[in-house]
């Protein structure tokens, strides 16, 4: 992100000459295009980023130096998420590239999309500590343990019509981007549905004030809890039966790959790395994993919620869909194996052939330089 976005800049200005580091090729990884590393120009004296740089050519973008640009600007090869949030930045309507879509198509050649993983050892209701009964594929009576406990953390009656009944899970940031404007706009007609709704997570004081009305207008079917908890969310991923995520965009998500290693089946817009993750459930359910919309729209989200609340009816269907998710490799084995095609294929282009590994000698006066440096700024 843009933390590191000045590293590509130094190994093709300052250090290109250096006797170690000169010429070495990088790989910058962008996670937001939101997060865009703004400074006012003046400060670039105060980092070794030469004054001509702030152009439209270098890390200037409209009026400020960026070092998100920077590291798209000068690395030899640029990734992110996911490969849907770079199709979805490459496009020119897109308006959640934040004004970086033109640089990006001027790199499209040197730009891919590597998918997030998640920590298999966390995320793994066979050895979850936080469970009452961890469980595997084939053992619901520690689902159902699962869903009793989470109840009763919220302050939800676990009786026998709250355990037939969906649950509905959230674990996210309540932000404009997760979507918690179309939540609020659609809560009326949500909470007309047979299902109850569990949230975990903080953001903007406007949708947690929403939230905890919500929970506190319907207090056997909502519960809102504010702030982060790892047994609860835990619990969410193992109780619940469905998984919401209606993001406005998303560069790639977690929750709804760790939430299909536990049963829970995740509800999804169509975008970033949710549009990679999540396979719309067919008819009959062959390799479907969950349930999808496009437009970012009340009815919409309507339409998978209720598509979601069928299939959970559905118990034979919902099990080949439950089977379908858990199927699912999301680890970082998977993701990391991409890296390392990036990483080669980025070492062994032949444009940056040559590169000196350098000596011991360079080295050390690598080191003389670098102390030469630090007197300077005592």
């Given at each position: 992100d843009w933390q590191t976005g000045l590293v590509p800049l130094y190994l093709k200005t300052v250090l290109a000459d250096d006797p170690v580091l000169g010429g070495?090729?990088?790989?910058?990884?962008?996670?937001?295009?939101?997060?865009?590393?703004?400074?006012?120009?003046?400060?670039?004296?105060?980092?070794?980023?030469?004054?001509?740089?702030?152009?439209?050519?270098g890390v200037e973008f409209h009026g400020r130096a960026s070092t998100l640009k920077a590291g798209i600007r000068f690395a030899d090869r640029v990734t992110t998420v996911s490969p849907t949030y770079a199709r979805e930045l490459l496009t020119a309507d897109y308006a959640f590239a934040f004004g970086f879509e033109g640089i990006l198509a001027s790199r499209a050649a040197d730009f891919t999309g590597v998918l997030n993983g998640i920590d298999t050892d966390v995320w793994d209701p066979e050895r979850d500590r936080y469970l009452p009964t961890p469980f595997g594929a084939d053992a619901p009576k520690g689902k159902v343990d699962a869903k009793r406990a989470l109840l009763e953390t919220v302050g939800l009656t676990p009786d026998a019509a709250s355990l037939a009944r969906p649950t509905i899970g959230m674990l996210?940031?309540?932000?404009?981007?997760?979507?918690?404007?179309?939540?609020?706009?659609?809560?009326?007609?949500?909470?007309?549905l047979d299902a109850s709704w569990i949230l975990l997570g903080d953001g903007n004081g406007h949708y947690e004030e929403f939230w905890t009305n919500l929970a506190r207008t319907h207090?056997?079917?909502?519960?809102?809890?504010?702030?982060?908890?790892?047994?609860l969310a835990h619990l969410i991923h193992a109780g619940s039966d469905l998984f919401l995520i209606p993001s406005r965009y998303e560069p790639c998500g977690l929750t709804q790959m760790s939430a299909m290693r536990y049963g829970p089946l995740p509800i999804v817009r169509a975008t970033g790395g949710l549009a990679d993750t999540v396979q719309v459930a067919d008819e009959p359910p062959k390799t479907g994993t969950g349930f999808v919309f496009r437009e970012f729209a009340v009815d919409a989200l309507l339409d998978a919620i209720r598509r979601g609340l069928e299939a959970f009816r559905n118990g034979r269907r919902w099990k080949a869909l439950q089977r379908n998710a858990l199927k699912q490799d999301h680890s970082w084995d998977v993701s990391a194996r991409e890296y390392v095609k990036v990483y080669r294929g980025t070492e062994n282009r032949e444009d940056l052939h040559g590169i000196r590994q350098g000596t011991d000698a360079d080295r050390r006066q690598l080191?003389?330089?670098?102390?030469?440096?630090?007197?300077?700024?005592?």
């Open positions: 070495v090729p990088s790989v910058f990884t962008i996670h937001n295009t939101a997060f865009q590393g703004l400074f006012s120009p003046d400060e670039l004296q105060w980092i070794d980023v030469p004054r001509e740089l702030y152009t439209a050519e996210s940031r309540l932000t404009y981007q997760k979507g918690f404007d179309l939540l609020a706009d659609a809560a009326g007609r949500l909470m007309a207090p056997d079917r909502v519960a809102a809890r504010i702030g982060y908890d790892d047994r080191r003389t330089d670098d102390q030469r440096r630090q007197d300077r700024s005592r």
